[in-house]
C-alpha cells in the first residue's frame, strides 16, 4: 500500500514563525504536491515538484516555498506564518505517467495548521 | 473545529438507494478525470477514474460516466451504505503533451446517507 505520511496532525503556531511541514512517501513516486483545502474553496495546489531539487508553483504560491532534497520527502515552508494561512494542508504523490495520461494522486491524511 | 464541508452542496439520501453526484468541468482539453472521497479528518482516498477515451468506467458499487460534449462526470453509487457519507471531489487533468499538468478539483459534494 501506497503511504503519505504528514510530520504532524495539528499544529498551532504564532504570526511571524517559520513553519515547516514535513511530507514523506514510501511508493518512490517521481511527484509530490502539496495542497491547502479550506471552506467552500476546496482544493487549491501551492506547490508541485517532479523529480528531486525541482519544483514548480501551482495556484497560490505566495507565502510559501518548498524544498525537495530527497525523492521521498517534500517539505512545505511557511516563512512568516500569518493568520490568513490557518488552513489544512494536504501532501500527494504520484507516480510520473509513460503515456500522456494522468494519474492518481495519493494523499496524506493532511495537517491542521492554526496560525495565532 | 471547521469542516471541509461546510458551504457545499449536499446530497441526502436513503441507505440502500442508488446516489448520482454531478460534476461539470470547465477545461475542454482535460482528458484525464478522477473521484475522490474524503472523511471528516482524513485525506482524501482514491474512488475511481476514467480517461476521455471512454465514456463509461465501472468499479466496486460505483460507476463514472463522462459526456465529453458538455464537460460533465457523474459518479453512481449503488446501494449507498452509511459508511459511504462523506465528501466527494472530482478531479481533471489535461494530456501531458509536454511538460507537467496539475489536477484541478472541484469544490465538492457532501454526500449523507442516512439508515
Known amino acids: 500500500d501506497v503511504k503519505v505520511t504528514q510530520s504532524s496532525r495539528y499544529l498551532v503556531k504564532r504570526t511571524g514563525e517559520k513553519v515547516f511541514l514535513e511530507c514523506v512517501q514510501d511508493?518512490?513516486?517521481?511527484?509530490m504536491f502539496w495542497y491547502r483545502q479550506d471552506p467552500g474553496l476546496g482544493l487549491r495546489l501551492i506547490y508541485f515538484?517532479?523529480?528531486?531539487?525541482?519544483?514548480e508553483k501551482g495556484d497560490i504560491p505566495e507565502g510559501y516555498s518548498v524544498s525537495r532534497e530527497k525523492k521521498e520527502r517534500f517539505s512545505l515552508i511557511l516563512e512568516s506564518a500569518s493568520t490568513n494561512q490557518t488552513s489544512m494542508y494536504l501532501c500527494?504523490?504520484?507516480?510520473?505517467?509513460?503515456?500522456?495520461?494522468?494519474?492518481?494522486?495519493?494523499f496524506g491524511p493532511g495537517t491542521r495548521l492554526t496560525v495565532l | 473545529g471547521e469542516s471541509v464541508g461546510l458551504h457545499l452542496p449536499t446530497l441526502s439520501v436513503q441507505e440502500g438507494d442508488n446516489s448520482i453526484i454531478n460534476c461539470a468541468y470547465s477545461n475542454s482539453a482535460s482528458d484525464y478525470f478522477i473521484w475522490y472521497k474524503q472523511e471528516s479528518g482524513k485525506g482524501p482516498q482514491f474512488i475511481i477514474d476514467?480517461?476521455?477515451?471512454?465514456d463509461k468506467r465501472q468499479g466496486q458499487r460505483v460507476t463514472v460516466l463522462l459526456n465529453k460534449t458538455v464537460k460533465h462526470l457523474s459518479l453512481q453509487i449503488a446501494a449507498t451504505q452509511p459508511g459511504d457519507s462523506a465528501v466527494y471531489f472530482c478531479?481533471?487533468?489535461?494530456?501531458?503533451?509536454?511538460?507537467?499538468?496539475?489536477?484541478?478539483f472541484g469544490k465538492g459534494t457532501m454526500l449523507l446517507v442516512s439508515p
Open positions: 500527494a504523490s504520484s507516480p510520473h505517467s509513460g503515456d500522456g495520461f494522468g494519474n492518481e494522486q495519493f
Open positions: 478531479a481533471e487533468m489535461p494530456l501531458m503533451n509536454s511538460g507537467y499538468s496539475t489536477l484541478t
Open positions: 515538484s517532479y523529480d528531486v531539487k525541482m519544483k
Open positions: 476514467i480517461r476521455s477515451n471512454m
Open positions: 511508493m518512490d513516486h517521481e511527484n
